[in-house]
C-alpha cells in the first residue's frame, strides 16, 4: 500500500508505487534537468520533400558546417545546413544524416509561415545532448557536437558546455531508462519527460572521461560508414569492429556504475530497477519515426557486422574511389582513407579514378567500372587483402568474374547485385546513378556530384557514338558484299 502523497515529489505526481523509495527522495533533494539543461524543442518545415534532404543528396561541398550562431549564416552562400532529426535511438553519436535549407538565416522557411514552425531559432548550431522524440526500441541519447539546427523529432538540451558530459550520462544510464518509462510508458520522450530527470549535485571526472571514450568509441562507427560525412574508410577487420563494441559496453557498464553512485543508489535499488526494466521491455522492432523511411540497413548497422557485409563495404569503397567520390589521401576528404603516403602517391599516378565521373559495365575496356574495382583494391590493400575482401563479399571464385558479375546485375538481393546494395544502402537515395540502354547490356554509371551540363554530350561522343560505329561495321561485315 502507498498514499498519493508519497509521490508528491515526483513532477507530475504520477502513481509510481514501484519505484524505490530512494529515487523517489532524489526528485526533492536535486534539481531537475529542466532547471540547468532546459530541453528544447526544434522546427517544423512544413514541408520537408523541399526543405531536406540527406547530406549525400546535396554532397559534402555543398553543407555549410561550422557555424555557431543563426546570425553567421545570413550573408553565408551555402544553402543547406547539418540538421539534427530523429531516428535509430543510437547512444552517444550518430544520426547525422539529414541537412536543412537554411539559406540566409532561413529566409524561405520564414516565409513559409505558418505552415513552417520555427522554435528556439537562439539554440540553433550550439553544442547540445538529443535524442529521438519516437522509438519502440527504447530511449538513448547522443551528443549534437555543435553546427547543427534541430527538429521536432530530434529534440535536444542545452546544458553548459563542462555539464555535457554529465548529462549525457545521465540520459544513457538505466536509471534515466526506469524514471522515464516510470513517468510516461509510452514509446514518445518528450520535453516534458526529460526536463523532470533529477540531475545529480556532483560533478565527476570519471564520468567527463567515459563519456569522452563513450563518444569516440561510437564516432568511429561513424567514420567507417560510408553514409556519414565523416566517412574514412570500411573497417580493418570484422574482429576489430567487434572488439571495440565490446570496449563500449565496458564503458558503458563504467558510467552506469558511476552515475548510480552519484545518485547513491543501493544494490537493492539497482536490483528493483533491473527487475523492472527486464519486466518492461519492450518488444523488438523498428523505431516509430515520423519519416517512416527507417530499413534493414540501418538496423543491420546497429547490430554485428557481417563478414559479407564487412566485404561489400569494401567493394562500394572501391566504387566510390574510382568513380572520383573519395578522396584517398586528402586531408578530412570524405573517404580519405588510412593508408600510408606510398600507396596514396601509387593510387594518383594509377589514373584509376574516373576523371569525368562515369565508368561502365564493359568487361575489356579501359572504362570498366569492376575492373578498376579490382585495381584499387589490390593497390590499396595489396592482392590479398583485395582477394580476401571480394571471397568474403561474394565468394568462392574468380575475383574479376565474381565483381564483374557483382556490377552487372540489377535485381536479386545486395549480396548478388551492387545496384540493389547501393540503393539500400543510401535510403533509396543513391549516389551513383545506372543508365542502360533498353536490351540493358550496356551500362553507364555516373556519380551525380560530378555532372555538370557537358556530361551526356562528353558521354555520347567519347563512349556511345564510338560503339555505335563500331557495331555499325560489325555489321555490315557480317552481311558481306552485297
Given at each position: ?46 514541408d520537408?520533400?523541399y ?10 561541398g ?37 541537412v ?21 531559432p ?78 545529480p ?34 573497417p ?35 536490483a ?112 590479398k ?5 571480394i ?52 551500362t ?31 555489321i ?7
Amino acid at each position: 500500500s502507498a498514499k498519493q502523497a508519497d509521490f508528491e515529489a515526483v513532477p507530475g505526481k504520477p502513481w509510481v508505487y514501484w519505484m524505490p523509495e530512494r529515487l523517489i527522495k532524489l526528485f526533492s533533494e536535486l534539481e531537475l534537468i529542466g532547471t540547468v539543461a532546459q530541453p528544447r524543442v526544434g522546427l517544423q518545415t512544413g514541408d520537408n520533400e523541399y526543405f531536406l534532404r540527406k547530406w549525400w543528396e546535396v554532397g559534402k561541398g555543398r553543407i555549410g558546417f561550422g557555424f555557431s550562431s543563426c546570425e553567421e549564416t545570413r550573408d553565408a552562400a551555402q544553402m543547406w545546413y547539418p540538421y539534427m532529426k530523429g531516428g535509430t535511438p543510437y547512444p552517444w553519436y550518430g544520426n547525422q544524416e539529414h541537412v536543412l535549407n537554411w539559406k540566409n538565416d532561413g529566409k524561405q522557411l520564414y516565409a513559409f509561415r505558418p505552415t513552417s514552425v520555427i522554435r528556439n531559432p537562439s539554440f540553433y548550431f550550439r553544442p547540445g545532448v538529443t535524442w529521438s522524440l519516437i522509438s519502440s526500441k527504447g530511449f538513448a541519447a547522443r551528443l549534437s557536437p555543435g553546427g547543427f539546427i534541430f527538429d521536432v523529432a530530434g529534440m535536444t538540451c542545452f546544458p553548459p558546455v563542462d555539464n555535457i558530459s554529465l548529462v549525457l550520462a545521465v540520459l544513457n544510464s538505466r536509471i534515466a531508462k526506469f524514471i522515464l518509462s516510470a513517468l510516461n510508458p509510452t514509446i514518445n520522450f518528450q520535453v516534458g519527460d526529460i526536463e523532470r530527470l533529477p540531475i545529480p549535485e556532483e560533478r565527476s571526472p570519471v564520468i567527463d572521461a567515459l563519456v569522452e571514450e563513450c563518444v569516440e568509441l561510437a564516432r568511429e562507427d561513424s567514420r567507417e560508414s560510408e553514409t556519414t560525412y565523416e566517412f574514412a574508410a570500411p573497417p580493418v577487420s570484422v574482429e576489430e569492429v567487434a572488439a571495440r563494441k565490446r570496449l563500449l559496453s565496458e564503458k558503458e557498464a563504467a558510467v552506469d556504475a558511476e552515475v548510480s553512485r552519484l545518485y547513491g543508489l543501493t544494490e537493492e535499488d539497482l536490483a528493483a530497477i533491473d527487475r523492472e526494466l527486464s519486466e518492461g521491455a519492450a518488444p523488438a522492432g523498428d523505431d516509430d519515426s515520423p519519416e517512416g523511411e527507417r530499413d534493414e540497413e540501418e538496423d543491420a548497422a546497429a547490430g554485428e557486422l557481417t563478414v559479407e557485409e564487412w566485404g561489400r563495404r569494401w567493394l562500394s569503397y572501391a566504387a566510390g574511389v574510382a568513380l572520383g567520390r573519395f578522396e584517398v589521401g586528402t586531408e578530412n576528404g570524405l573517404g580519405r582513407g588510412r593508408f600510408p603516403p606510398s600507396v596514396v602517391a601509387s593510387l594518383r599516378a594509377s589514373k584509376l579514378v574516373a576523371s569525368k565521373g562515369f565508368l561502365l559495365n564493359d568487361p575489356g575496356e579501359p572504362l570498366d567500372l569492376a575492373e578498376r574495382v579490382c585495381s584499387i583494391l589490390e593497390l590499396l590493400l595489396g592482392a590479398k587483402g583485395a582477394a580476401e575482401r571480394i571471397r568474403a563479399a561474394l565468394g568462392e571464385g574468380s575475383p574479376r568474374s565474381l565483381v564483374g558479375g557483382w556490377f552487372a546485375r540489377f535485381t536479386g538481393q545486395p549480396a548478388s547485385s551492387f545496384w540493389r546494395f547501393h540503393f539500400q544502402t543510401y535510403r533509396k537515395r543513391p549516389v551513383y546513378w545506372p543508365l542502360q540502354s533498353p536490351g540493358r547490356k550496356f551500362t553507364v554509371w555516373l556519380f551525380h556530384e560530378r555532372l555538370t551540363g557537358d556530361t551526356l554530350f562528353s558521354l555520347r561522343n567519347a563512349v556511345v557514338e564510338p560503339r555505335v560505329r563500331l557495331a555499325e561495321r560489325r555489321i555490315e561485315d557480317l552481311k558481306g558484299p552485297a
